[in-house]
């Protein structure tokens, strides 16, 4: 709750401060080559994961299409008991992405995944693979800097979403420990979302906070609502003929109960706060992201489940 606080309040002040540098006339895109856009709206322990806090779009190119591929490390309690033994989870998803614009102030963003799951359990190794739930999202800019002859370059965009349920969900992995070891949620889910981005010069601070609303499967089964906050430090530099983008900076993931006939789940809430970093390179039309992200505090499924670290590596075109 602190580390949420204090994201709310940092978001609050960037607001106040770069509205004062806001021209009149029409708006000026100053992030269109430097976008770190929002994402975090997988599941902690990897069900139905559409990024996490990766990110939903290139640091480089603002409308793209590319291929993302996301390693997700957990381990988790195989049984009940404080002394069960620990077993190692690996949730995989390769992503087709894209983001385009609609106008001036809209972008539409998609993303279809595919998973390849698996965890080495006492009883032996189990694997699950197949396509994920796909995710579109829509954005609005609802202000930005409006000449790059400004100070300080700012953008602010509210957004919404759906999940579908295309991957499939199996109800017979309720009882595990680890339920969200899926392709999918089998729910509709839906998204609220906002981001904020202030540079001046070579630096910048990017700010997100995010709303899942999940609801319940066929199988009576409700995965728990969820909220996401994050803040990016990224410097942009200009290397020969590459664009080359490093960033550092937090992510949180805070999760409530899942739902079963609508009754609590117990031990299935959790939050959690990573560290995070990495670097994008560009080359004409094309980029090249690497992530990684490093759990600081967690409290997942009521400490029987543990994310080791998360990594990703995506290629993109620039439309």
Not at 35 to 50: E, R
Not at 150 to 170: C, E, N, R, S, W
Not at 240 to 266: I, R, S, T
Request: aromatic share 12%; with cysteine.
């Amino acid at each position: 709750m602190k580390n949420t606080f204090l994201i709310l309040v940092l978001f609050f002040l960037m607001g106040n401060i770069a509205e004062a540098h806001t021209e009149k006339d029409s708006i000026y895109y100053p992030f269109r080559n430097y976008s770190i856009f929002l994402g975090d709206d997988c599941d902690a322990c990897g069900c139905s994961a559409n990024g996490g806090s990766m990110g939903f779009s290139s640091m480089l190119n603002n409308n793209f299409v590319g291929i993302r591929y996301i390693h997700q490390s957990y381990k988790s309690r195989d049984g009940v008991f404080n002394n069960s033994p620990w077993i190692d989870e690996n949730f995989n998803t390769a992503q087709i992405w894209t983001r385009i614009p609609l106008g001036k102030r809209i972008e539409v963003m998609g993303l279809v995944p595919y998973h390849f799951n698996n965890r080495e359990k006492t009883t032996g190794k189990e694997g699950i693979d197949g396509i994920g739930d796909i995710t579109v999202m829509g954005f609005y800019t609802l202000f930005g800097t409006k000449t790059d002859s400004a100070t300080v370059l700012h953008k602010f965009q509210l957004g919404a979403g759906i999940k579908a349920p295309t991957g499939k969900y199996d109800s017979a992995n309720n009882g595990s420990i680890n339920p969200s070891f899926q392709l999918g949620t089998g729910s509709w889910d839906y998204m609220l979302a906002s981001e904020y981005t202030v540079k001046k010069n070579n630096l910048g601070l990017n700010a997100i906070l995010n709303y899942i609303f999940k609801t319940e499967n066929e199988k009576n089964y409700q995965f728990g609502n969820q909220f996401n906050y994050a803040a990016t430090l990224f410097y942009s530099a200009k290397i020969d003929n590459l664009n080359v983008v490093p960033q550092l900076g937090l992510a949180g993931e805070k999760y409530e109960d899942n739902k079963d006939h609508g009754e609590n789940v117990p031990l299935t809430a959790g939050d959690i706060l990573f560290g995070k970093m990495g670097v994008e390179v560009g080359f004409k039309k094309l980029s090249l992201g690497l992530n990684t992200m490093l759990p600081i505090n967690q409290n997942l499924t009521g400490g029987r489940v543990e994310a080791n670290y998360r990594w990703s590596v995506n290629l993109n075109y620039s439309l």
